[in-house]
């Protein structure tokens, strides 16, 4: 009976109490390691209000346009899909936004992977304990599954890397997708079959991925989800290192948002492109009073 009403209270904390946004800054990898800021941020303007956006990753930046892949929460279906936004980096507005991928289960954190002159993407899709990679064409919007990369298991928020030739996906396993355990999987290439390889502790509440590995220095940062106050509280990054396919993690900065923030209530998103630019989501409470109050009944039951 617990674990119904506080699944309930969760999904009403989650779409409807909420509001996601992205935004976009002027930052740099080293920037955000050695200060822990992000400088101005740029917030999306819409109007919307059956859907937010959230899990923002860059396929490309114009002079006049940035062009990202979101996950698009729809409020009344309580189920994300994959969307493609266009937005006019002048005004801030959306220019376009298409919806790519929609299934029957909950998508979202559509991590890009680029190889030569290849697209492709792989969302979250935990509901249906598997993890797909889809061919993507930003011509004509088109989206084919490519090949299945994980089976069996309850997923969250996968982060794929390679190191020496050999390829890794790390991600956080369903019921315990927000603790201190990351699973490692890996594979002989970027779209094979992946076997899980191992684990690696990291503090606690603070497994879960929470954008693209980068490098940094020649150092690979994962940026994972600070859960300790609740979801998308703030964002761990951390280096990670790999010795004969063993991981280890040493945490080395904590970001939250700017007080002043039209959305200073979270994030759980961090993103580069060229090293240059960062997206991040964020997000504020639609209805405060009624978040603020189902916060702390759940904490009760807990």
Same mark, same amino acid.
């Given at each position: 009976m617990v674990k119904r009403i506080l699944r309930r209270l969760n999904k009403i904390i989650r779409y409807d109490a909420v509001r996601w946004n992205i935004g976009f800054a002027d930052c740099t990898?080293?920037?955000?390691?050695?200060?822990? =800021?992000?400088?101005?941020?740029?917030?999306?303007?819409?109007?919307? =209000?059956?859907?937010?956006?959230?899990?923002?990753?860059?396929?490309n930046v114009t002079d006049s346009h940035y062009d990202v892949l979101?996950?698009?929460?729809?409020?009344?279906?309580? @189920?994300? #899909?994959? &969307?493609?936004?266009?937005? /006019?980096? @002048?005004?801030?507005?959306?220019? !376009?936004?298409?919806?790519?991928?929609?299934?029957?289960?909950?998508?979202?954190?559509?991590?890009i992977v680029s190889k030569g002159d290849s697209l492709f993407f792989y969302p979250e899709n935990g509901e249906s304990e598997s993890l797909d990679l889809y061919r993507f064409s930003p011509v004509n919007n088109t989206v084919i599954k490519e090949k299945n990369l994980i089976s069996g298991e309850k997923i969250v928020d996968a982060q794929m890397l390679e190191i020496d030739g050999r390829h890794y996906i790390l991600g956080t396993i369903k019921p315990n997708q927000s603790k201190d355990i990351v699973t490692v999987f890996e594979s002989d290439s970027f779209d094979g079959k992946y076997k899980k390889s191992g684990t690696f502790t990291v503090a606690p509440t603070s497994a879960r991925g929470a954008g693209e590995i980068f490098k940094c220095?020649? #150092?690979?940062?994962?940026?994972?989800?600070? &859960?300790?106050?609740?979801?998308?509280?703030?964002?761990?990054?951390?280096?990670?290192?790999?010795?004969?396919?063993?991981? !280890?993690?040493?945490?080395?900065?904590?970001?939250?948002?700017?007080? /002043? &923030?039209?959305?200073?209530?979270?994030?759980?998103?961090?993103?580069?492109?060229? /090293?240059?630019?960062?997206?991040? /989501?964020?997000?504020?409470?639609? #209805?405060?009073?009624?978040?603020?109050?189902?916060? =702390?009944l759940r904490k009760l039951l807990q």
């Open positions: 990898p080293q920037q955000l390691i050695d200060t822990g =800021k992000m400088g101005e941020v740029k917030w999306v303007k819409h109007n919307l =209000k059956e859907s937010w956006f959230a899990d923002p990753f860059i396929l979101v996950e698009e929460m729809d409020v009344k279906k309580n @189920r994300g #899909k994959i &969307s493609r936004l266009i937005i /006019d980096r @002048r005004t801030m507005e959306i220019a !376009s936004q298409t919806t790519i991928l929609e299934l029957t289960t909950h998508l979202s954190f559509p991590h220095n020649g #150092k690979f940062i994962r940026p994972s989800q600070d &859960s300790a106050k609740g979801y998308g509280n703030g964002v761990v990054l951390s280096e990670i290192t790999c010795v004969n396919g063993q991981f !280890s993690n040493r945490e080395i900065r904590r970001i939250y948002p700017e007080k /002043d &923030s039209p959305f200073r209530d979270g994030l759980h998103t961090v993103n580069f492109f060229q /090293d240059s630019l960062l997206v991040i /989501d964020g997000y504020n409470f639609n #209805k405060r009073f009624l978040a603020l109050a189902i916060n =702390k």
